[in-house]
Nanobody
Framework: QVQLVESGGGLVQAGGSLRLSCAAS????????MGWFRQVPGKERDIVARIRSGGSTYVAESVKGRFTISRDNAKNTVYLQMNSLKPDDTATYYC??????????????????WGQGTQVTVSS
C-alpha cells in the first residue's frame, strides 16, 4: 500500500512558476513509476509527466519545455517543476504511483495509487 500526498498548488499569474511535490509512504518508493496527471471538470484525467524507477521520463507535448518531472528517492518524493505557466494549465493536479514497470505508463488506467489532488490556477 502506498499513500501519496501532493502539495505546492495555488494561484499564479501567467508566466509564473510553481513546484508541486508528492510525498509517498512506503519503503519501496524507488521501485515505483510515478506520474503527474491533471484534470478539469468534465474531461478525462490526462498525463502531464511520468518518471520510471530507473529515471527515464516522459513529458506531454502540451507542457514540453516548460514542465520537468524529477524524483528524490531518499525523500520518497516526486516533483513537478512548472514554468511559464499558462491559463490552460489550470487544473487539479494528481500524483500517481504504480509498481508495474511494464507499459508506457501514460494513461490513468495504468496507475494503482493516487493522491488527493492539488489545485493549480493560472490567471491571465
Amino acid at each position: 500500500q502506498v499513500q501519496l500526498v501532493e502539495s505546492g498548488g495555488g494561484l499564479v499569474q501567467a508566466g509564473g512558476s510553481l513546484r508541486l511535490s508528492c510525498a509517498a509512504s512506503g519503503r519501496t518508493f524507488s521501485n515505483y513509476a510515478m506520474g503527474w496527471f491533471r484534470q478539469v471538470p468534465g474531461k478525462e484525467r490526462d498525463i502531464v509527466a511520468r518518471i520510471r524507477s530507473g529515471g527515464s521520463t516522459y513529458v506531454a507535448e502540451s507542457v514540453k519545455g516548460r514542465f520537468t518531472i524529477s524524483r528524490d528517492n531518499a525523500k520518497n518524493t516526486v516533483y513537478l517543476q512548472m514554468n511559464s505557466l499558462k491559463p490552460d494549465d489550470t487544473a487539479t493536479y494528481y500524483c500517481a504511483a504504480d509498481p508495474d514497470p511494464r507499459g508506457p505508463l501514460i494513461t490513468y488506467t495504468e496507475y494503482r495509487y493516487w493522491g488527493q489532488g492539488t489545485q493549480v490556477t493560472v490567471s491571465s
